[in-house]
């Protein structure tokens, strides 16, 4: 059977928005990330008086003298940089330190108890939006967020798992360019599809705007983000209607060699081999739907 064009699934699309103005919201997915989806500690942490945060300054190890690179940052600053809660499921209080690292962004370092002191596991230069735990208050799974810094314009999301050595695995990570525009709206199911013509561009605007640029410095062509070979692949999460009548889909593209040229970098703070999935926009007229 083949694939339905995309102006056949277009209008499909627009029908059902006539008959259900409010759609699959309970699908959306969380794409859109800026620095108000970093974590509330008081969420998970221990909530230990300042003093009785000083009282534990002295079992860290040689990490600690790092946190506040040579008392740059004042004291109250550092303490309240310090969350302590359980991490590894032994019963004992843990630490993360989030705050001042020398210079931007901010650094989160991990710290594991053993016999009595606090040990440093990892530091990152990114800040954390969320930690889920096991039954036995064990770390599972943590989000991490780059948000860039100075001169940076590609922003990113890193999840991964913690295996038993208390190791950090990325599964997956999805990136955006700063100026991005997103939807207001959900597809009530994604779309998946691939890249017909060979060059076709992705961008962080819904319309074409080719006139080569900067932005920070950096030579831009217009509003493109990249431009894919053709059997790329993607998913498309959204979908708009510019006034000249052609259809734009907010599309998250997946990490592929098939990328000819690209604006985008990768996050340089994150363990990860492959790159990031990709968001932003594409016309839909040279997109191919699976079924």
């Known amino acids: 059977m083949p694939a339905k064009s995309s102006i056949y699934y277009t209008l499909v699309l627009l029908f059902s928005f006539c008959i259900s103005p409010v759609f699959g919201q309970q699908n959306a997915p969380n794409l859109f990330f800026s620095s108000t989806d970093e974590i509330n500690f008081k969420s998970v942490e221990r ?15 040689s990490g600690y003298d790092t946190l506040y690179y040579d008392k740059k940052e004042a004291r109250e600053k ?10 590894n499921g032994d019963n004992s209080t843990d630490a993360i330190y989030y705050g001042y690292g020398g210079y931007e962004p901010y ?20 800040s954390i939006a969320s930690l889920e735990f096991n039954a036995k208050h064990q770390l599972q799974k943590l989000t991490f967020l780059n948000l ?28 955006k360019m700063s100026e991005t525009t997103f939807p207001t709206q959900y597809l009530a199911q994604p779309i998946k599809f691939e890249v017909i013509n060979d060059g076709y561009s992705l961008r962080y605007k819904p319309r074409i705007y080719d006139t080569p640029t900067t932005f920070r410095s950096s030579p831009l062509k217009g509003n493109i983000l990249g431009t894919y070979e053709s059997k790329a692949q993607g998913i498309a999460w959204a979908a708009y209607t510019d006034p000249s009548g052609r259809t734009w889909w907010f599309v998250e593209m997946l990490s592929t060699p098939k990328l000819k040229t ?30």
């Open 47 to 61: 909530p230990f008086t300042t003093q009785e945060k000083e009282n534990f300054l002295a079992k860290f190890d």
């Open 78 to 87: 550092l303490l309240e940089g310090i969350h302590f809660l359980e991490l």
């Open 107 to 126: 650094i989160t370092i991990f710290f594991l108890q053993e016999n009595g002191r606090f040990i440093e596991q990892s530091r990152h230069f990114e």
């Open 148 to 175: 860039g810094c100075c001169g940076d314009y590609m922003e990113f999301k890193t999840e991964y798992v913690v295996d038993s050595k208390f190791s950090f695995k990325p599964t997956k990570s999805s990136a």
């Open 262 to 291: 690209k604006f985008m970098y990768d996050n340089d703070a994150a363990y990860i081999s492959t790159s990031p999935s990709h968001l932003g926009w594409m016309s839909s007229r040279f997109l191919k739907i699976f079924d």
